[in-house]
């Protein structure tokens, strides 16, 4: 069957313009590609990427775990996630199968993110085994040189942070979702359940460990803000981020995330119900705010992606300032080192 479905897909694409075909294969395979369907396979990940984040090669794994012990209410990733656990073998198995699919751009990899859409070190849900087996297996990749770990930071400690840069023998990134600084939004907006002080003790955690950080912060998070009060909200969250990490001399990133309506979320509802209709954030807000901090030294990446949970109207594409130079000015800023701007 699977070589019957092959020969009819090459026949398509020999009758198709090449601009099309490049166009088909980018949507389908480069940054959009989808990221939302339901992976019933356990020996595969949810999601897997090759991108290019801040100048590096980075392949980016979704694992397909047990879902996130966690419902956010802008979330709606863990939905489709298995309830049931998922072991060392299947996902030492997700992580051979996505190692053979990129097989040819092996030895370009500089980055590896190792992701669930929860928290990897939470250990009820992924399991440390295969974590474990996964981290000190990369000594055999000498190109990689920095290994990104998703995780809300109550999970993570920093001896199990030290071992894994000695068993690796590569550099530990934490990333993670701070989200906002208003503690309002964070408890009744979000329903993040995880105080500033959680959020600042896990800092203590990683400065001891001796690694990086990698914060999501969202841009407009309560769908009552204002585009001001976006902007302002989020500027004061990279702020604090920054400062609170200069003080513990922990390496930054920034993960701006232009905010989106979740499909099925309860975020979602109380947006759709906002009085003459929800406004998603201005993607030139979102730009002129990362300029600027990108000029005092902050280094930003744009989350641009949707992830397949959102109609374009319900994003920074519906909003009338967006344009295709807005979004490849983003884009062009995801690819380039800080240094080369």
Same mark, same amino acid.
């Given at each position: 069957?699977?070589?019957?479905?092959?020969?009819?897909?090459?026949?398509?694409?020999?009758?198709?313009?090449?601009?099309?075909?490049?166009?088909?294969?980018?949507?389908r395979?480069?940054?959009?590609?989808?990221?939302?369907?339901?992976?019933?396979?356990?020996?595969?990940?949810?999601?897997?990427l090759?991108?290019?984040?801040?100048?590096?090669?980075?392949?980016?794994?979704?694992?397909?775990?047990?879902?996130?012990?966690?419902?956010?209410?802008?979330?709606?990733?863990?939905?489709?996630?298995?309830?049931?656990w998922?072991?060392?073998?299947?996902?030492?198995?997700?992580?051979?199968?996505?190692?053979?699919?990129?097989?040819?751009?092996?030895?370009?990899?500089?980055r590896?993110?190792?992701?669930?859409?929860?928290?990897?070190?939470?250990?009820?849900?992924?399991p440390?085994?295969?974590?474990?087996?996964?981290?000190?297996?990369?000594?055999?990749?000498?190109?990689?040189?920095?290994?990104?770990?998703?995780?809300?930071?109550?999970?993570?400690?920093?001896?199990?942070l030290?071992?894994?840069?000695?068993?690796?023998?590569?550099?530990?990134?934490?990333?993670?979702?701070?989200?906002?600084?208003?503690?309002?939004?964070?408890?009744? #907006? $979000?329903? =993040?359940?995880? *105080?500033?002080?959680?959020?600042?003790?896990?800092? +203590? !955690?990683?400065? &001891?460990?001796?690694?990086?950080?990698?914060?999501? #912060? $969202?841009? =407009?998070?309560? *769908?009552?803000?204002?585009?001001?009060?976006?902007? +302002? !909200?989020?500027? &004061?969250?990279?702020?604090?981020?920054?400062?609170q990490?200069?003080?513990?001399?922990? *390496?930054?990133?920034?993960?701006?995330?232009?905010?989106?309506?979740?499909?099925?979320?309860?975020?979602?509802?109380?947006?759709?119900?906002?009085?003459?209709?929800?406004?998603?954030?201005?993607?030139?807000?979102?730009?002129?705010?990362?300029?600027?901090?990108?000029?005092?030294?902050?280094?930003?990446?744009?989350?641009?992606?949707?992830?397949?949970?959102?109609?374009?109207?319900?994003?920074?594409?519906?909003?009338?300032?967006?344009?295709?130079?807005?979004?490849k000015?983003?884009?062009?800023?995801?690819?380039?080192?800080?240094?080369?701007?």
């Amino acid at each position: 069957m699977n070589n019957v479905i092959s020969i009819m897909n090459n026949n398509v694409a020999k009758d198709m313009a090449l601009d099309a075909f490049l166009s088909d294969m980018y949507r389908r395979f480069g940054p959009p590609k989808p990221m939302n369907d339901i992976v019933e396979d356990r020996e595969w990940p949810h999601f897997f990427l090759h991108r290019n984040f801040l100048g590096e090669q980075d392949l980016a794994i979704l694992f397909n775990t047990k879902r996130c012990r966690y419902q956010c209410k802008f979330c709606a990733l863990p939905y489709k996630a298995s309830k049931e656990w998922i072991g060392r073998d299947l996902v030492v198995q997700q992580f051979k199968n996505v190692v053979q699919e990129v097989r040819h751009a092996i030895g370009v990899f500089e980055r590896l993110t190792i992701a669930n859409e929860g928290s990897v070190f939470d250990s009820t849900t992924f399991p440390l085994d295969a974590l474990e087996e996964i981290v000190s297996s990369t000594r055999s990749l000498p190109n990689i040189r920095k290994l990104v770990i998703e995780s809300r930071l109550e999970f993570v400690q920093a001896d199990v942070l030290r071992r894994f840069k000695a068993e690796s023998g590569k550099s530990i990134d934490i990333l993670t979702g701070f989200e906002t600084l208003d503690e309002t939004i964070r408890d009744k #907006v $979000l329903d =993040k359940r995880e *105080p500033l002080k959680a959020f600042l003790s896990g800092l +203590d !955690e990683i400065a &001891a460990g001796g690694v990086e950080l990698t914060a999501y #912060v $969202l841009f =407009k998070p309560s *769908p009552s803000m204002s585009d001001v009060e976006a902007k +302002d !909200e989020a500027e &004061a969250s990279i702020d604090f981020l920054t400062e609170q990490c200069a003080q513990r001399s922990i *390496p930054l990133i920034v993960r701006l995330n232009p905010m989106y309506v979740s499909r099925g979320t309860p975020w979602a509802h109380k947006a759709m119900a906002q009085p003459g209709g929800y406004q998603p954030p201005r993607l030139s807000d979102v730009l002129a705010l990362a300029q600027a901090k990108q000029k005092e030294g902050v280094r930003i990446y744009y989350g641009l992606t949707s992830e397949g949970l959102s109609g374009s109207e319900d994003t920074y594409r519906g909003r009338d300032d967006f344009s295709s130079t807005l979004l490849k000015q983003c884009i062009v800023s995801n690819s380039q080192r800080p240094s080369d701007r």
